[in-house]
């Protein structure tokens, strides 16, 4: 009987430190929306010196994007890096948006890999875009960095 409480309570104690594992802090959730708005806000201000400085520039690193006006997908830093300097050459103007992010889901993978959902609403000149958005992002030296950086938009009308 004592073995088998004892067998219970370790079960308890081990399955309780498996899932508290999957979970993220406030001040990690804080760290990683700010590192999400500070992207694309050098997005679309074009500014691709410090956009790219949001990200983990490896060969693992994945980037995709659809919606109307701008669809792209890239694998390793070096492909996302031309993409994106390709895009920003061909748009230089700076584009004002506002976003508006809810129904964040955090799930921690381990220690140093944080993956994030979110919904969005991108306004620019009165037209709003909603999509759907993945984040993976890693703990580096301290600080967040993208690993993933996936959005697809939602609206059938954003895709004519």
């Avoid at 939602?154 to 895709?159: A, G, Q, V």
Wanted: hydrophobic share 35%.
């Amino acid at each position: 009987m004592k073995i088998r409480l004892l067998l219970i309570l370790f079960s308890m104690l081990c399955l309780n430190k498996a899932f508290s594992q999957n979970i993220t802090s406030p001040e990690e959730q804080t760290q990683i929306k700010q590192v999400i708005t500070e992207e694309a806000k050098h997005f679309y201000s074009k500014n691709l010196e410090k956009w790219s400085t949001f990200y983990r520039q490896t060969p693992q690193t994945y980037w995709a994007i659809a919606e109307k006006d701008f669809s792209g997908q890239a694998e390793t830093w070096d492909k996302i890096l031309q993409l994106v300097g390709n895009h920003f050459s061909q748009n230089p103007k700076a584009i004002k948006a506002t976003f508006k992010r809810e129904n964040y889901t955090f799930r921690k993978v381990n220690p140093t890999y944080i993956w994030v959902t979110f919904d969005q609403t991108r306004s620019t000149d009165n037209k709003k875009f909603t999509s759907k958005e993945l984040r993976i992002v890693e703990l580096i030296k301290g600080e967040w960095k993208i690993v993933n950086r996936t959005g697809f938009s939602i609206n059938s009308e954003n895709l004519k």
